[in-house]
């Protein structure tokens, strides 16, 4: 998933003067036209009047749809706005999310699922370029177990941004492979097309709506 960055306050929601405004302008511009329509209409054989109300009335349903389309644009706008200013005490905790995470000599803690009819369950981590790192046994549990980030000899890892599968097998075959939820910490929260996202340790972008759970970080 790719998100960029987005300046709410570069934002531009049209106001009740503009949208006058630009209404009111069409307004009399739809008059000129409809004046010299009148003018130039044939004199044997002229335009029912019935039509010129249907004009009007076009115009007018014109004018209050954009009217309404705008007043929508901006209660969206509003409420994203206070929908991330909700979210503003989530920077600096921890959310529980399925993504990447980044390591950088912290342990980070893993919370797998594990499908319930499996009789092995393995931590499969992949670095960056999507290769894999390592591959370790878990219990047949759903508690949160920590990765500490280091080789089978004891060596760290480099710094970087890992991704955790959790494989589970029964009699051997795999029955359930799906990225496990990772808690990692919160440092900003954007707005992005109407969304509210979350940008974690490492520059990892998450959908709010993606968090499962959150806590003091």
């Not at 934002?11 to 405004?21: G, H, I, N, Y």
């Not at 644009?73 to 905790?93: C, H, K, P």
């Not at 029964?170 to 996202?197: F, H, K, P, Q």
């Amino acid at each position: 998933m790719e998100i960029s960055s987005v300046a709410t306050s570069a934002s531009f929601v049209p106001t009740a003067e503009t949208s006058e405004a630009v209404i009111s302008s069409d307004f009399e511009t739809f008059l000129k036209m409809l004046t010299v329509q009148m003018e130039n209409q044939d004199p044997l054989n002229p335009t029912d009047s019935t039509e010129y109300a249907q004009q009007l009335a076009t115009f007018s349903g014109v004018e209050q749809a954009v009217l309404t389309n705008e007043l929508l644009s901006s209660l969206m706008v509003q409420m994203n706005t206070s929908g991330m200013a909700q979210m503003a005490d989530w920077v600096g905790n921890e959310a529980r999310v399925a993504a990447p995470a980044y390591f950088d000599g912290t342990p980070i803690t893993i919370a797998p699922n594990p499908a319930a009819v499996s009789d092995t369950v393995e931590l499969v981590v992949y670095d960056e370029a999507g290769e894999e790192v390592q591959r370790t046994a878990l219990p047949l549990s759903a508690e949160p177990v920590e990765w500490a980030g280091t080789s089978s000899d004891g060596t760290p890892f480099p710094d970087g941004t890992y991704t955790f599968n959790v494989e589970s097998f029964s009699n051997g075959e795999v029955i359930l492979n799906e990225t496990a939820d990772v808690y990692a910490r919160v440092n900003e929260v954007r707005s992005e097309n109407g969304e509210s996202v979350l940008i974690l340790e490492g520059n990892v972008a998450v959908l709010a709506s993606d968090v499962s759970a959150l806590r003091k970080g």
